[in-house]
């Protein structure tokens, strides 16, 4: 995939680079929004988020697509169910993203390894440069919707996203209610911010566990404070999400919980946090 080359670029090399700069914005004009999903830390379900929200914009209509831009841990198809990795190339010579069995186009480096078993032991320069191929040498086409599922933090692969998609219309955080989540947040708003991008948005999850017996909420991790923690950092409050099986449940099946349970609370809760993305970021526009 990418290369490290160190020091100063060869003709050749700023050619490729020109050439992949050109395809990166060729793909992107033909995308209509794009939205990063993140995390200050692993462990808080933004893979999940990211998942389910792709799936209520593709329930609503929307042609939509995910970017798996997590490198080492690239878990998008298993919760979508793709098993297969039959990534094609098409006439001039770009990968075609696999297709879930609900219509979402996904592309993750899983496709690309021998085995899924495989470990990726890369550094810096060949993570930000795979990253870039994955977009730029991919056929999305004529996308409404492409959610980029980014790695936890802020180090390179967040980072080679947000300085790569430079249009992109809205960053969604996922946090849980507790300190050291919401400390790892800061930060992650923080470098958005200095990208300068404005339009920033936070999703609870496992705000509160509903039991099954009885619908009482029990606040498992602390007292929900997705909303106040929000008006502090100046970003807009998507919504929280219950802690409940059916989510693991739905991984294991390979199916979002969107797509397996459509009348529960937590996917009313995803439909609803898509309402407030398209309300607060995507400027209200039809398709």
Not at 167 to 190: E, F, W
């Amino acid at each position: 995939m990418a290369h490290d080359h160190g020091g100063q670029m060869t003709p050749e090399q700023q050619k490729q680079m020109i050439e992949q700069e050109l395809k990166i914005s060729k793909n992107l004009g033909k995308i209509k929004y794009k939205i990063a999903v993140m995390s200050g830390k692993g462990g808080v379900g933004k893979s999940t988020v990211a998942a389910n929200i792709a799936e209520a914009f593709q329930n609503e209509g929307y042609r939509t697509g995910i970017l798996d831009a997590d490198i080492h841990g690239p878990n998008i198809p298993i919760m979508l169910g793709i098993e297969k990795n039959d990534v094609g190339i098409n006439d001039e010579n770009l990968m075609v993203p696999v297709v879930s069995d609900s219509g979402i186009e996904v592309m993750s480096m899983a496709f690309l390894l021998e085995s899924k078993n495989t470990p990726i032991i890369w550094r810096g320069p060949q993570k930000t440069g795979t990253i870039k191929q994955l977009i730029a040498d991919v056929d999305w086409g004529d996308l409404d919707v492409l959610i980029i599922d980014n790695p936890p933090g802020t180090g390179d692969e967040p980072l080679t996203v947000l300085q790569t998609i430079p249009d992109i219309n809205a960053v969604v955080m996922v946090s849980t209610p507790n300190a050291v989540s919401q400390d790892d947040v800061l930060k992650c708003v923080g470098m958005v911010e200095m990208l300068n991008i404005k339009n920033i948005g936070l999703v609870e999850n496992m705000a509160y566990y509903s039991c099954p017996h009885c619908g009482e909420a029990v606040k498992m991790f602390g007292e929900n404070q997705g909303r106040e923690f929000a008006e502090e950092m100046g970003i807009v409050f998507l919504g929280d999400i219950p802690l409940t099986p059916k989510v693991s449940d739905s991984a294991n099946i390979g199916k979002s919980v969107v797509e397996l349970n459509a009348d529960s609370e937590i996917s009313m809760k995803f439909n609803f946090i898509v309402k407030e993305i398209k309300k607060n970021f995507l400027d209200n526009k039809e398709k």
